[in-house]
């Protein structure tokens, strides 16, 4: 059973650089079978799509947040990453990591497993 | 591609009918829509993909159905936990997409 799980700092101050990890057991990040990616949700809102990143390092991004968002894999660290620079109050959200498993030949299930989100704040 | 959800609160009883309804701005391929189910504090959870196919351990009171524009999430008969948000998502082109949610409400 694949679990996901996100950590980093609750508070961030206004232009500093946001840093969270989601650790994953249960899946290796470099089966071709998952990809992987970051969602969040702000308070009183809806999901917003962040990135996803494939087993061979391709990555892909919101255009919203692309200049300042950056997704990667530590694989000996089992562990999925996401950076997110000069970050602003509205940058304030619920972030969680996911992973999508393939179901054919491109063909995807959507995102079927979940971290627990962390709730990321930017104040001063 | 813009999803619009409709409606954006539905209120019914426990065991009657819920049906949810997702509109694409542009076709979406229905390998490529999938609908989630989110409760406050919790992870969302993936119900439906490929627009019609149930996720591993969904009850089939959830169904999906639709192609090209038209999505619909249908609950045959509401059980108390499935009073929620519900999202669809189009993950087929970038950026991927989320509607902007419909709360099922006890009437």
């Known amino acids: 059973q694949m679990q996901l799980q996100e950590s980093g700092p609750g508070l961030v101050k206004p232009s500093e650089t946001l840093s969270l990890a989601c650790a994953v057991s249960g899946a290796s990040l470099i089966n071709s079978t998952y990809y992987w990616g970051w969602v969040r949700q702000p308070p009183g809102k809806g999901l917003e799509w962040i990135a996803n990143?494939?087993?061979?390092?391709?990555?892909f991004y919101n255009p919203s947040l692309k200049s300042r968002v950056t997704i990667s894999v530590d694989t000996s660290k089992r562990r999925l990453s996401l950076t997110l620079s000069a970050v602003t109050a509205a940058d304030t959200a619920v972030y969680f990591c996911?992973?999508?498993?393939?179901?054919?030949?491109?063909?995807?299930?959507?995102?079927?497993?979940w971290g627990q989100g962390i709730l990321v704040t930017v104040s001063s | 591609i813009v999803l619009t959800q409709s409606p954006d609160i539905l209120s019914l009883s426990p065991g009657e009918r819920a049906t949810v309804s997702c509109r694409a701005s542009?076709?979406?391929?229905?390998?490529?829509l999938a609908w989630y189910q989110h409760k406050p504090g919790q992870a969302p959870r993936l119900l439906i993909y490929?627009?019609?196919n149930r996720a591993t351990g969904i009850p089939d009171r959830f169904s999906g159905s639709g192609s090209g524009i038209e999505f619909t999430l249908t609950i045959s008969s509401l059980e108390p936990e499935d009073f929620a948000l519900y999202y669809c998502q189009q993950y087929g082109r970038l950026p991927y997409t989320f509607g902007q949610g419909t709360k099922v409400e006890i009437k």
């Open positions: 996911a992973s999508s498993l393939r179901m054919g030949d491109d063909f995807w299930s959507g995102y079927d497993y």
């Open positions: 990143i494939y087993y061979r390092g391709n990555t």
């Open positions: 542009q076709s979406v391929s229905d390998r490529n």
């Open positions: 490929g627009a019609s």
